[in-house]
């Protein structure tokens, strides 16, 4: 096993144990969903056409909360240290530690999306164009999100400052996800999933290296 | 320019320099009001279109000033001049405030004329998203203790920020908006009279000078402040 897919492993089975960030990602999109229609009221009609847009914040949302501890827990036990001194480059480790993360978070959220658009009243056409959605979109979350993780290493509270660093520049995938999933309602074909996937592409190659100066500077000294 | 990196050097340099920033620029800001506020009433949108001497050239200096701290960001992390961090800090809350000018002045303009204080196109959604990178910039400078860490990380945060800029510059190409089109710097000439040109310019030309001036000041008091920050340590110590 190389060094990358053992780190890629255990920041998967950390994810995933008790403890672990992946089910309290999925349980909050669930309950986040769930208020929404208690909120603006059932109108089946009216929730199909908020649904896009809530459930790409919701699962934005979700994913966030995962990324506090991205490195933040191997900092703070000093695991982070041994990871820089050993002879795989810290651009190897962001890309690991960002397809972790999306592996427990993104691709589990976009499986869960279906159902969801099911009790949103989404009809078929449009639950797949969510689905398809957030499996091409939810990668740039986690790759602009271990950016900013990266960044707020040193800071004490970290995942209150994250999110201000981090949603703006995820706006593009917001817009573009959510229209994608509204121009399949409408029965339009438009360029929404393709921009999406230029987005995506072009933040998750970037990440790895932002993500490894960030760490750098943050351990060095 | 990297003569003046030296923080001593841009200190004596900077002090003659300051009065004549400061006068400048209450010269064209008085002169630009005065011509603006004598201009005549257009044809659409009367006495309303006043509202354009403040919030176009506010617009402009918000993006000018993201501009050079993004720059100043990259001058800081490539060649770790110590003075384009401390400006790329100075930068930040004068942006966030030009930026909020000019959503407000928006907001000020769009009631009279669209009927909304506020609409989600593309163009006043990029430009309140320039206002929270401002201000997560300025958060992240704020939640870092050490400065030298901070300092990069803000610089590697604000041009990231950067892809921002363009997108605000041609949001009113590619989607269809109720802001207007690029009315000035267009092929083809300005499509505005001269009579509203002449205002405008000078305006814009007394926001440029307002920012510099400003950024100037608050550059030096932050010289300063570190330098009675290491007096008051070696003091201590």
Same mark, same amino acid.
């Given at each position: 096993?190389?060094?990358? &897919? ?9 994810? /995933?144990?008790?403890?672990? &960030?992946?089910? +309290?990602? +999925? ?61 795989? &480059?810290?651009? #190897? ?28 009243? +989404? ?14 979109? /939810? ?8 950016? #900013? ?35 399949? +309602? ?13 987005? &995506? ?21 | ?13 900077? =002090? ?7 006068? *400048? *620029? ?41 501009? !050079? ?24 809350? !004068?942006? *966030? ?18 009927? *909304? ?12 998203? @320039?206002?929270?990178? $401002? ?6 400078? $704020? ?7 901070? =300092?990069?990380?803000? =610089? ?21 908006? @109720? ?17 509203? @040109? ?33 007096? @008051? ?5």
């Amino acid at each position: 096993m190389t060094p990358l &897919s053992a780190l890629l492993l255990r920041d998967i089975r950390l994810a /995933t144990r008790a403890g672990g &960030s992946a089910a +309290l990602a +999925l349980a909050f999109f669930a309950a986040v969903a769930v208020l929404v229609p208690l909120g603006v009221g059932a109108d089946l009609r009216l929730l199909a056409r908020v649904a896009a847009g809530v459930l790409w914040v919701a699962a934005v949302l979700a994913a966030l909360l995962a990324l506090d501890r991205l490195f933040q827990a191997d900092f703070e036990d000093g695991s982070l240290d041994l990871i820089a001194l050993s002879p795989v &480059s810290l651009e #190897g480790v962001a890309a690991a530690k960002i397809a972790a993360h999306w592996l427990t978070t993104g691709l589990p959220l976009t499986l869960l999306s279906p159902l969801l658009g099911l009790m949103f009243g +989404l009809p078929p056409g449009a639950i797949g164009a969510l689905a398809l959605s957030l499996a091409i979109g /939810t990668p740039s979350v986690s790759a602009l999100g271990a950016i #900013g993780a990266a960044l707020t290493l040193p800071v004490r509270r970290g995942g209150l400052i994250l999110p201000l660093l981090v949603l703006p520049l995820l706006a593009p995938a917001v817009i573009f996800g959510a229209g994608a999933v509204e121009a399949a +309602l409408d029965g339009l074909a438009n360029g929404a999933l393709l921009l999406l996937a230029a987005f &995506s592409v072009a933040t998750t190659l970037l990440a790895p290296f932002a993500a490894a100066a960030a760490v750098r500077l943050n351990l060095a000294g | 320019m990297f003569a003046l990196a030296n923080p001593k050097r841009f200190l004596d340099a900077s =002090a003659p320099l300051l009065p004549w920033l400061a006068g *400048a *620029a209450a010269l064209a800001l008085g002169a630009g009001l005065v011509l603006g506020l004598r201009s005549p009433p257009d044809y659409q949108q009367g006495d309303t279109v006043k509202i354009m001497f403040l919030h176009v050239p506010a617009a402009w200096t918000a993006m000018m000033a993201y501009g !050079l701290l993004a720059l100043c960001s990259f001058f800081s992390l490539v060649w770790r001049h110590p003075l384009a961090a401390v400006a790329a800090k100075a930068a930040a809350p !004068l942006g *966030a405030m030009f930026t909020l000018l000019g959503l407000v002045t928006g907001a000020l303009w769009g009631r009279p004329m669209w009927g *909304a204080w506020w609409v989600w196109d593309g163009r006043l959604t990029s430009f309140l998203l @320039l206002l929270f990178l $401002n201000l997560g910039y300025i958060a992240l400078w $704020n939640a870092i203790e050490d400065e030298t860490r901070a =300092a990069r990380a803000a =610089a590697i945060l604000a041009l990231l920020g950067a892809v921002n800029l363009p997108v605000i510059e041609f949001s009113v190409d590619w989607w269809t908006t @109720l802001h207007q089109g690029e009315s000035i710097l267009r092929s083809g000439g300005p499509l505005i009279a001269p009579v509203f @040109l002449w205002p405008l310019g000078l305006m814009a030309l007394g926001y440029t000078l307002l920012f510099l001036t400003l950024w100037t000041v608050r550059i030096r008091t932050e010289i300063l402040e570190r330098r009675v920050r290491a007096l @008051l340590l070696a003091g201590a110590a």
